[in-house]
């Protein structure tokens, strides 16, 4: 099946420093999705990806879909402590038919930031 | 307000007992999913279903079963089967034009 290698796994900042994190696949996906989890609670949709090259932000948080489409980073600037928790990528592969609800998961990076 | 609720939010099951989570959404989404997340883990699909009356296992679907009755619901058992059952079970939607939505989660401890 369809493989994402997210990295790195973990990290460790000081508050204020910005962190940057990205995804490869083996394969072309269609959609990047980034989640951040906190501890204990389901993940959350930061920002959805749709078109190769795209950049897109939300706050302090900048996200892009690589050129080839096998490959997304996000980018976080000035951390804070609220920052802390897990990030997932995900890639999505067909607009359409059945294989438009398959979403493949990266392993997570969980991020600590230290005050 | 549209979304993805499960319950409950912490369980315990006995040794050898069967245990349901509960997964309903409201967003009319045609996929639902389980995932299963162990402590600072990435999520692990177990079982998914793509439209009513149908689902398919996902890679550790073993001592596990689901149905998928009406559109909104997609309960998980976990069986006395699943041996290790302590863990964070995941619930999440999708439809094609839209991302994931996924709930609040379900801590399941055997004790």
């Known amino acids: 099946g369809q493989q994402l290698n997210q990295s790195p796994q973990s990290m460790f900042i000081q508050e204020g420093e910005d962190v940057s994190m990205n995804c490869t696949s083996s394969s072309i996906f269609n959609t990047w999705l980034w989640y951040k989890q906190d501890p204990g609670e389901g993940p959350v949709l930061l920002i959805a990806?749709?078109?190769?090259?795209e950049l897109t932000s939300n706050g302090r948080l900048t996200a892009q879909f690589g050129i080839t489409r096998k490959d997304s980073f996000l980018n976080i600037s000035a951390s804070i402590p609220s920052d802390v928790g897990i990030y997932f990528c995900?890639?999505?592969?067909?607009?359409?038919?059945?294989?438009?609800?398959?979403?493949?998961f990266g392993k997570g990076t969980k991020l600590s930031v230290i005050p | 307000d549209g979304g993805i609720t499960q319950s409950p939010k912490y369980l315990f099951r006995k040794e050898g007992q069967n245990v349901t989570l509960s997964c309903e959404q409201n967003l009319n989404h045609d996929a639902m999913y389980w995932y299963r997340q162990d402590p600072g883990q990435g999520l692990r699909l177990i079982y998914y279903s793509q439209i009513v009356n149908d689902f398919q296992k996902g890679d550790i679907a073993e001592g596990y079963s689901v149905s998928r009755e009406k559109k909104e619901s997609f309960p998980l058992t976990v069986t006395s089967a699943q041996k290790n059952p302590t863990a964070f079970y995941l619930c999440a939607s999708i439809t094609t034009d839209t991302e994931a939505f996924f709930g609040q989660g379900t801590r399941l401890t055997v004790v």
């Open positions: 990806l749709y078109k190769a090259g």
């Open positions: 995900a890639g999505r592969g067909s607009y359409s038919g059945a294989g438009s609800y398959q979403l493949t």
